[in-house]
T-cell receptor, first 117, second 111 residues
């Protein structure tokens, strides 16, 4: 298996532009997570899906952020309009939902490094 | 704001045992404690997961006291390649339950 695939790996954009980050989870995994990592705030959970349904989006910073999972093999995280403070590394992770615990071993993608000028 | 705190950094030498503790006072009652390792420019990688007492796998041990308000990752006989940042991940009870990563511990292993 290729693991979790994220694209693009790097994105540089100007303030006000729309940014779309993409993620392909590991086949057979039914939980998908979006995280943001910065020096100041560390690793933060933005949103996660179980069986393509958003379960907890309380970490989404504001209305400029939105995430979708139209099917089991694809998810997007969109920022519109982007701001310099959105500059960070965004990770997607997937896991297999088992039993009552949603939080089994998560497999992380390589991340997308976003720079908003 | 629920916090999951760890020491910022630790230094060790090859062959020594390293213990990294994570404090999570408001941990939710029903979920696991998980530890991850992260190298520069990579995503975190799973190390070990447990619910209570002690768990051991081929790379680490995880010690969890009865009150589950902390956990300790133990790395036996570290090598240079164990130099990385280590994170705990727990579900916190903040009024609603939420996954929270620890602040991270940067481990430097020297020859």
């Amino acid at each position: 298996d290729a693991g979790v695939i994220q694209s693009p790996r790097h994105e540089v954009t100007e303030m006000g532009q729309e940014v779309t980050l993409r993620c392909k989870p590991i086949s057979g995994h039914n939980s998908l997570f979006w995280y943001r990592q910065t020096m100041m705030r560390g690793l933060e959970l933005l949103i996660y899906f179980n069986n393509n349904v958003p379960i907890d989006d309380s970490g989404m910073p504001e209305d400029r952020f939105s995430a979708k999972m139209p099917n089991a093999s694809f998810s997007t995280l969109k920022i519109q309009p982007s701001e310099p403070r959105d500059s960070a590394v965004y990770f997607c992770a997937s896991s297999e939902l088992k039993g009552k615990s949603s939080y089994n071993e998560q497999f992380f993608g390589p991340g997308t490094r976003l720079t908003v000028l | 704001l629920a916090k999951t705190t760890q020491p910022i950094s630790m230094d060790s030498y090859e062959g020594q045992e390293v213990n990294i503790t994570c404090s999570h006072n408001n941990i939710a009652t029903n979920d696991y404690i998980t530890w991850y390792q992260q190298f520069p420019s990579q995503g975190p990688r799973f190390i070990i997961q447990g619910y209570k007492t002690k768990v051991t796998n081929e790379v680490a041990s995880l010690f969890i006291p009865a009150d589950r308000k902390s956990s300790t990752l133990s790395l036996p006989r570290v090598s240079l390649s164990d130099t990385a940042v280590y994170y705990c991940l727990v579900e916190m009870n903040t009024g609603f339950q939420k996954l929270v990563f620890g602040t991270g511990t940067r481990l430097l292993v020297s020859p």
